[in-house]
C-alpha cells in the first residue's frame, strides 16, 4: 500500500508512471522494413509476412463473402442476440452525436458555413491473439457506419483454420462491412496507408495492436503519403476510486476486468480508507484463483498500485494526475464528484457500473486515450470519422464592409498580395459605383 502523503513530488511521480512502452530502436527498425517491403512488393509482402506468423497456408488477403456469410451464420443465438443489443445502443449513441451544419451571417454580406462530410475510406483493425474481438467491431464498424463512410474495410490476423472467428464476423456484417482481409500486424497497417493491388488505400486507420501495430501506425501517419490514425495508445489501464462504502468484491474484479487484457496493463485503486484497500487486496487473490486467464491477469496485478489518500478530495487529484484510460468511481453520491474529475478517457459511476458495461455494450465507445493521452485526446466518437470544412461568400457589399479591415491587417503584416487582392476589388467596386452600376 501506497500512503500518498508520505511521498515526495519524485515519489508520486514514480508511483503514477507507466509500463515502459516497446520503443526501442531494434522495433522502429523492424517496423520500418516491414513497411517498406509491403510498399515495394505489395500484396506478396503482406502474403508472406502473413505466412509467418499467422497461418502458413494463405492463399489469398480476401475472406470471401461466402465465407463471411457462412462464418456469421454460425454463430449462436445467444450471441447474436447479444451482438444485436450491443450494435443498438452504440449505434443509439453514436446516431446522437450527428454534427449540423453551421451558416451564419458575421458582417453584412459576409456569409460563413461549417459543414461536416464522412471520410470515404476507413481501415478498421481487428487485433488476432488469444480472445476474439467482435466488441472493438462494433466500436469502430458502427461509427464508420452511422457517419457514411462509403468505403469500410477491415484487416484481422486469420486463425488456425486460416478463417476468422464467426463473430467477428457476425458483427462485421451488421456494420455493413463487406471487405474483410486476412491479415494483421505492421504488415496490414502498411498495406491500408499506402494500398495494395488487393488492399485499397484508406484516408484512416483505427484500431488497436501490439507494439508493432502501434510503431507502425505511428509511422505511417508521419507520411504524406500515408494514413491519419485515430490516436496514440498505449497498454490499456484502468484507476478505481473507492471510499470506504464500497464493495470491495466489485472493486477487485473492475481491477481484474482490466489486467486479464494484459501482463502490461496497468491496474490502481485510490482510496481513502485503509480497510477497503485491505478487502480489495483480498478479494483480488481470491478472485484471481478463478479466473482463466489468471496467468495474463497475475503478472498485471503484480504492477498493481494500491493508494491510500487522506480524502476523497486527494483521491481525485491522485486521479488527475494519471488521466487514466478508464476511470471507475466506487464512491457514495458519485455523480457529485463529476465537477472535480478533470481527465479520463470513460468514467464509469457508482457500483453497478463496471468497464465491461462500457467495454461491451452501454453504447459508449471502447476506443479510448491511453498512457496520459486522456489530458489531450478524446473517446473515439462519430466525429473522428468525419472531416469538417468552411465555406464563405462575401457579396459585394460584403467586400464593401469587411474589405478595409482585411487590407489593413495584411498590411501590417506586409502580405502586399494579399492585400491588392482585396484592393483591386474594392477599386472594381468603386468605379462601378462611380457609373452607377452597384
Not at 507507466?18 to 526501442?24: D, E
Not at 491473439?129 to 464508420?144: I, Q, R
Not at 457514495?332 to 461491451?360: H, Q
Amino acid at each position: 500500500m501506497i500512503i500518498w502523503s508520505s511521498l515526495s513530488k519524485l515519489e508520486k511521480k514514480t508511483a503514477l508512471s507507466r509500463p515502459a512502452m516497446a520503443n526501442s530502436q531494434q522495433l522502429k527498425q523492424t517496423v520500418g522494413d516491414i513497411i517498406a517491403s509491403v510498399e515495394s512488393k505489395g500484396d506478396a509482402a503482406v502474403i508472406d509476412f502473413t505466412r509467418k506468423f499467422d497461418y502458413p497456408d494463405l492463399q489469398s488477403l480476401v475472406l470471401s463473402q461466402e465465407n463471411i456469410d457462412t462464418l456469421a451464420s454460425s454463430v449462436t443465438a445467444e450471441v447474436a442476440g447479444a451482438i444485436d443489443i450491443a450494435f443498438n445502443n452504440i449505434k443509439a449513441f453514436h446516431d446522437a452525436q450527428l454534427p449540423s451544419d453551421i451558416a451564419l451571417t458575421t458582417t453584412p454580406g459576409v456569409n460563413c458555413e461549417l459543414r461536416f462530410t464522412p471520410l470515404d475510406a476507413v481501415g478498421l483493425y481487428i487485433p488476432g491473439g488469444s480472445a476474439p474481438l467482435p466488441s472493438t467491431v462494433l466500436m469502430l464498424g458502427v461509427p464508420a457506419l452511422v457517419a457514411g463512410c462509403d468505403n469500410k474495410l477491415l484487416c484481422t490476423p486469420p486463425n488456425k483454420q486460416g478463417l476468422i472467428a464467426p463473430e467477428i464476423a457476425y458483427a462485421a456484417r451488421k456494420c455493413g462491412i463487406e471487405a474483410i482481409y486476412l491479415c494483421g500486424g505492421a504488415q496490414a497497417i502498411a498495406a491500408m496507408a499506402l494500398g495494395t493491388d488487393t488492399i485499397p488505400q484508406v484516408d484512416k486507420i483505427f484500431g488497436p495492436g501490439n507494439s508493432f501495430v502501434t510503431e507502425a501506425k505511428q509511422q505511417v501517419s508521419l507520411r504524406a503519403d500515408g494514413a491519419a490514425i485515430d490516436m496514440p495508445a498505449g497498454p490499456s489501464e484502468v484507476l478505481v476510486l473507492a471510499d470506504e462504502f464500497a464493495d470491495a468484491e466489485f472493486v477487485a474484479s473492475d481491477l481484474l476486468s482490466q489486467a486479464e487484457h494484459g501482463p502490461d496493463s496497468q491496474a490502481i485503486l485510490v482510496s481513502n480508507s485503509e480497510a477497503l484497500i485491505e478487502s480489495a487486496k483480498a478479494a483480488v487473490e481470491r478472485q484471481l484463483s478463478t479466473l482463466s486467464r489468471a496467468d495474463i491477469a497475475r503478472p498485471a496485478m503484480e504492477n498493481a498500485r494500491y493508494i491510500l489518500a487522506d480524502s476523497i478530495d486527494d483521491a481525485i487529484l491522485v486521479s488527475n494526475a494519471y488521466a487514466p484510460e478508464h476511470l471507475i468511481v466506487q464512491i457514495e453520491d458519485a455523480r457529485s464528484l463529476l465537477p472535480k474529475i478533470k481527465y479520463a478517457g470513460s468514467i464509469f459511476l457508482g457500483p453497478w457500473s463496471p468497464e465491461s458495461a462500457g467495454d461491451y455494450a452501454s453504447g459508449t465507445n471502447h476506443v479510448l486515450p491511453t498512457y496520459g493521452y486522456a489530458k489531450n485526446y478524446s473517446s473515439l466518437g462519430l466525429l473522428d470519422f468525419m472531416r469538417r470544412y468552411t465555406i464563405q461568400e462575401l457579396s459585394a457589399d460584403g467586400m464593401r464592409n469587411l474589405g478595409p479591415a482585411i487590407m489593413a491587417l495584411a498590411s501590417a503584416e506586409g502580405l502586399d498580395a494579399h492585400e491588392q487582392a482585396v484592393a483591386l476589388r474594392m477599386q472594381k467596386l468603386a468605379n462601378a459605383n462611380d457609373k452607377g452600376d452597384a
